[in-house]
Every structure is written in structure tokens, then in C-alpha cells.
């Protein structure tokens, strides 16, 4: 039982430092569910039914061709030739 109890412990203690870690990066004074609801989804896997504070998930997408965003297009050379295949 005393594992258990110090196993909550810790987790309890790191939601609560990553929660008020993330509302000081959000420049709040204040710690939020929101907060909290993506410390524990984000870290942990753990999704409380009702918080109702769902983060939603960004997906990054890489652009095609790799420099798209840039509009250039880039060639790749071809390898050198070495002398033995001339």
C-alpha cells in the first residue's frame, strides 16, 4: 500500500510542477485546467473524462519537395564518377 501511496505521490508532484512550469510559460499567474488537463494527456497519457479542457493536437506536416516553403526546388547532384567506371 505504501508504494502505491508514494507512486501518486510523484505523479501528483510532477502534474502539478510541469502544470505551473507550463502556466508561467503562457505568462499567467495563475495555473488553469487547461493546464493541467495537457500535462496529463501530454506527459502521462491520462485523459479525465469531463475535464473539459482538450488541447487540441497539432500535426506537422512537412512540406513536399523539403524547400517548398522557400519556392525553390532543389536538384540533387548526381555522385561523382570515379575514374575506374570511364
Known sequence: MQVFSDV???LIESVVRDSVRLAAHRNSS???T???AFVLD???QIVVPGFNAQVPKRVHLDPEGGDRKR???VMRRPPP???DEA
Do not use: A, P
Open 71 to 73: 519556392g525553390k526546388t
Open 34 to 36: 487547461k493546464d493541467m
Open 42 to 44: 501530454h506527459y502521462h
Open 81 to 83: 564518377r570515379r575514374e
Open 8 to 10: 501518486l505521490d510523484n
Open 30 to 32: 495563475r495555473v488553469e
